[in-house]
């Protein structure tokens, strides 16, 4: 069997250094960190006080307010990135091409943000309070759900899930499926929103946050000799 060539046709970005391609890379060249202290909750009693938070970012631009309100921010992420991606392109969808497009984008932890407050509200007010649109909300494959209808894509649908390697491996799995002719287009990548008070104890017991709490452009430097963790 040959093996066909693979080319990146359009990228989408939502990121703590830009949301859009022009502004993230202008960040990046620049030397601009997108790591700051934590607005998301109060993480006074945590070792670790700084993340990679998404500013600016108005799902709305791409959803309805209702839908919106329906999803995890993971999922906000998701299917800007890959709207814009697909648009970055200048490919179209028809009848006669959509079932040679698909999917495959994935999230390491899912909607953990919308999993806390849901089991807030229950602890406070009952099973009766928790939506009909928890589960839909919050699970990991419901970016590439909702990208296949927003879209009109009928291909593959996928979403992996292999932690921090996520959005690598599904780019790296949607291109095999060009290459051996399984698909013709994918939109690939992954998204995370997991700056919460559940993530960050977790990972700061496991002892794997940086605590470079009054220089967080500092933190996160897997390669220097002083290195104290991720963020």
Sequence with gaps: MSHRKVVVTGIGIVSPVGNGVTQAWENILAGRSGIGPITRFDASAFPARIAGEVKG????????????????????????????????????????NAARMGVNVGSGIGGLPMIEDTHSEYLKSGPRRISPFFIPGTIINMISGNLSILLGLKGPNLAMVTA????????????????????????????????????VGGFSSA?????????????????????????
Excluded: Q
């Design 207 to 231: 002892k794997a946050l940086s605590t470079r709490n009054d220089d967080p452009a500092g933190a996160s430097r897997p390669w220097d000799r002083d290195r104290d963790g991720f963020v």
């Design 57 to 96: 970012f108005d799902p709305t631009a791409y959803l309805s307010a209702k839908d919106a309100r329906r999803m995890d921010s993971f999922i906000h992420f998701g299917i800007a990135a890959g709207i814009d991606a697909f648009r970055d392109s200048g490919l179209e969808v028809t009848e006669a």
């Design 164 to 199: 921090c390697s996520t959005g690598t491996h599904c780019i790296g799995e949607s291109a095999r499926l060009i290459e051996y002719g399984d698909a013709d287009v994918m939109i690939a990548g992954g998204s995370e929103a997991t700056t919460t008070a559940l993530s």
